[in-house]
């Protein structure tokens, strides 16, 4: 079974700061990693996702994340935001397993961008 | 091209009935995943259907059941509701496999039970 821990529910900066939304897992198997954010009354838009290769991957709206297998890691990364970054953001994980998808979610956490 | 369309958006219904919720995805994507969303449970996963077959299962009751039409066009049906099962449902669709294609979500049609 597989699990994701978002450390942070909710993360308020002010604009133009950089901001981490962190992400822990736990598998037993290996995994794809993804990273979600979901605006007000809308559905989840995918950021970035990490299926293998180099662990630091780049996403849409300027964010990026690193993945680090010793930690179990996949924290969520933006050098500098804006207001309109400001929504709940999903740390998602999905076994490996004949193509199929079944993504284990975190809680979220609420990013809040001030100006 | 248009995006995968959820019907219908909101939905009120009372303990005791039943609700069939409708995904529509987008043109050419074979995969559809149902999920619910809450408060308290956060994203949870129901099933998914791949060409008209059920290739993966949530750990949710008896109560909650989907299909897939040949057309790809996917419904999901809750019985003898419960408060519990007031949520936001999201589905999502795929033209291939997880690690060749990004999955699409929805909008989402909230349940509400009283």
Redesign the interface.
Known sequence: AQSVTQLDSQVPVFEEAPVELRCNYSSSVSV?LFW?VQYP??????LL?Y?SGSTLVKGINGFEAEFNKSQTSFHLRKPSVHISDTAEY?C?V?PLQG??????????TKLTVNP | KAGVTQTPRYLIKTRGQQVTLSCSPISGHRSVSWYQQTPGQGLQFLFEYFSETQRNKGNFPGRFSGRQFSNSRSEMNVSTLELGDSALYLCASRWGTVDQETQYFGPGTRLLVL
């Open positions: 794809y979600y009354n809308q559905g989840l838009q995918l996702k299926l999903f998602a999905s193509g199929s998808e079944k993504l284990v979610f975190g809680k979220g």
